[in-house]
Nanobody, 124 residues
C-alpha cells in the first residue's frame, strides 16, 4: 500500500513558477514509477509527466515540454514537479500517482495509487 500526499499548489501569475511535491508512505516507493496528471474543470484527467523508478527516464506531455520538470528523491520518498513559464491553461488540480509498471506511463489506468490532488491556478 502506498499513500500519496501532494503539496505546493497555489495561485500564480502567468509566467511564474511553482514546485509541487508528492510525499509517499511505504518502504517500496523506490520501486514505483511516478507520474503527475492534471484535471481542469469540465475536462478529462490528462497526463503531464512521469519518471521511472530510478529517475533515469522521464516522459512529458507535449504541452509542458521545455517548461515542466519531474524529479524524485528516493531517500525522501518524494517526487517533485517543477513548473516554469506557467500559462492560464495550466490551471487544474494536479495529482501524483504511483505505478508498479515501467511502461505505458502516460496512461492513467497504469497507476495503482493516487493522491488527493493540489489546486494550481494561473492568472492571466
Amino acid at each position: 500500500q502506498v499513500q500519496l500526499v501532494e503539496s505546493g499548489g497555489g495561485l500564480v501569475q502567468a509566467g511564474g513558477s511553482l514546485r509541487l511535491s508528492c510525499a509517499a508512505s511505504g518502504r517500496t516507493f523506490s520501486t514505483y514509477s511516478m507520474g503527475w496528471f492534471r484535471q481542469a474543470p469540465g475536462k478529462l484527467r490528462e497526463f503531464v509527466v512521469a519518471i521511472s523508478w530510478a529517475g533515469g527516464t522521464t516522459t512529458l506531455a507535449d504541452s509542458v515540454k521545455g517548461r515542466f520538470t519531474i524529479s524524485r528523491d528516493n531517500t525522501k520518498n518524494t517526487v517533485y514537479l517543477q513548473m516554469n513559464s506557467l500559462k492560464p491553461e495550466d490551471t487544474a488540480v494536479y495529482f501524483c500517482a504511483a505505478s508498479a509498471y515501467a511502461d505505458r506511463l502516460p496512461v492513467a489506468g497504469t497507476y495503482d495509487y493516487w493522491g488527493q490532488g493540489t489546486q494550481v491556478t494561473v492568472s492571466s
